[in-house]
């Protein structure tokens, strides 16, 4: 067996590693945050890499998600094995053919980066709402919690997928861990090849309808067979669970990491124990420990496969100890008596204690939790089993949000924390297409491959892209990193657009005695009077250090217009001392080549010619001992707004969404139109002198220009 190299990469990627090179076909349509596993699959397709089965992998894009998975299920009727990649809605187009290609059972995968679907309004992010919808289709759903386990769960599944017949639904949660990039141990060919049984192969391609050997499926069956016909399913999803677990045994022989169906992780005697799955359970995970270590008998159930649901396996995990569970669902069916996952626990309970193999049932709430990608932390995994140590725990709970029209909501500690000084955090707070995204990305990739840290960063996106806020979210850790939530308080914060200082507190995020480097356009000796008093004031308590880099001046220099993503990431390694700087420069260059070498080598060397002026630029700024500024924050100008502007709105735009309570928010989704006016983004740094004189009214300054106009 060859030796698994560490890299670094996102859930997608992850899980494109394993589609493509255990699949002859894959028909894509692309749909956010899915589109990547696609791309992948694509590229390598157009570089000819061949799967375990010797053939390059056949990759088609569709013109519909009903298309590709109409695609999929001729193809797997034809014999091919074949997978896609979808989410949300995308995926609820594709459940027709769900129905049959399970009804057919036919072995598939289907991998879903899980999302949000759109109701009141469209979120392009991250909860369980899809796969949900999809429970009625017979397909096995099996969960991956972190980029690592997306790799690993892809081939589980791909394996018990022809062990069972039974179709199955690779999901994990969209952006916060298909776009979390992670240092993981890779899977090789070789592993790939034991874990996939080659007389299972061919028994499906013998299954596959072809004229030689002609049969007909799909018929028509009347009331006097199609009950039955239902039935004859029974004997595969009962086996299913048994076999998935055998498929996870022999996976841990073969690879080391052991899953089951159900991971319990706290106190042997438990007392109080919450069910979760998706990258909530890794977050958990980290909340038990915490408390665990500290005394508490507290543990987490995180749940792999969660469709077939095996009561036998799910019981087993349980501590006997065990007096109250809290399930967290990250879904919402309105009207229902509980969410999907309560239920199941509820049901699986309630049986035991019916047939007689537990002699009481454990008190049981259940409450919702991340939708749309909704932060869920450790403080908030604290506050539910706070919650169930109350004498009367609150049932039908939320956790994250402020709930208060039917009252619904946990309170929680915000500062509460299981972070230690061992894991470095840092924030880049950028520009859509400015760089700092993928800047972070190679941040991450170079302490991954150059140090023997685990690395992990993922970007928060505004839905307006380019010209809005991202907010690169770094950790770097000598153990693994399960922190599946965004950094509170950063050891480096830096800033690489100076306008977006004075709209939003990015120096509160930054640690006692922490780094903050600004990209300004002022020089060292000039720039802290032309810093909000509030910036200055928190400079000073918290001690910080200070630095200053006109990232724009060196990019212009060498031609790179407003790109300073590499300017400032070499800042970062200098500041941050986690390379020896001879070292960093290297890899940051060997980096710009792997990720422009495509684009020429001029573009290259602009890169690494800004990377190596970079220092001379840098400097750092004495910090007083007094605030000295009259500068304020900017403030939006609310003249004439209406109440739902003031209190709605005006909020939303300046980043406090997450305060807004439920009570603001319209039940339809129904919101006032005309209200970018109130929206002065302020992000250019140069606005032009307008010379009336030789204006002829073309209107092409709006589109040349539209900061200044």
Known sequence: MSERPMVVMDGNSAVSHVAYACNEVAAIYPITPS??????????????????????????????????????????????????????????LMIPNMYKIAGELTSTVFHVSARSLAMQALSIFGDHSDVMATRQTGWALLAAASPQECMDMALIAQAATLETRIPFIHFFDGFRTSNEIQKIEALTIDDMKAMIDQDLVAAHRARGMRPEDPIVRGTSQNPDVYFQGRETVNPYYVATPDKVQATMDRFAKLVGREYHLFDYVGAPDAERVVVVMGSGADVMHETVEKLAADGEKVGVVKVRLYRPFSARAFLDAIPDTCQSIAVLDRTKEPGSAGEPLYQDVQTALFE??????????????????GLGSKEFTPAMGKAVLDNLSADKPRNHFTIGIKEDVTNTSLDYEAGWSTETDAVKRALFFGLGSDGTVGATKNTCKIIGKGTDYFAQNYAVYDSKKAGAITI????????????????????????????????????????????FLLNSIHAANKVWDTLPRQVQEQLIAKK???????????ANKVGLGGRINVIMQTAYFKLAGILPEDKAQAMIEAEVHNTYGKKGDKIVEMNIEAARQALAHLHEVTVPASATSDVPMATLALDGASDFVREVTAPLIQGLGDDLPVSKMPADGTFPTATTQFEKRCIALNIPDFDA?????????AMVCPHSV
Do not use: W
Not at 693 to 701: E, K
């Open 693 to 701: 004189s030789l204006c002829i009214q073309c209107g092409m300054c």
């Open 35 to 92: 589109s990547a596993m696609g791309e992948i699959a694509d590229a390598k397709m157009a570089a000819d890499e061949k799967n375990i089965y010797g053939t390059v992998t056949d990759v088609v894009e569709l013109q519909s998600e009903g298309g590709a998975s109409g695609a999929i299920h001729g193809s797997l009727t034809a014999g091919a094995m074949s997978t896609t990649f979808t989410a949300s809605q995308g995926l609820l």
């Open 544 to 554: 910080a250090k200070f630095y200053v880099l006109d990232g724009y001046d060196v």
């Open 352 to 369: 035991a204690v019916n047939n007689g193999e537990r002699a009481s049932l454990p008190m049981v709430v259940g409450g919702r939790y």
């Open 472 to 515: 690169s979210h770094v950790r770097f850790s000598p153990e693994r990193i399960r922190s599946a939530y965004l950094i509170g308080e950063a050891d480096f914060v830096g800033c690489n657009s100076e306008p977006m200082l004075f709209q939003y507190d990015m120096v509160g995020k930054l640690k006692q005695g922490g780094t």
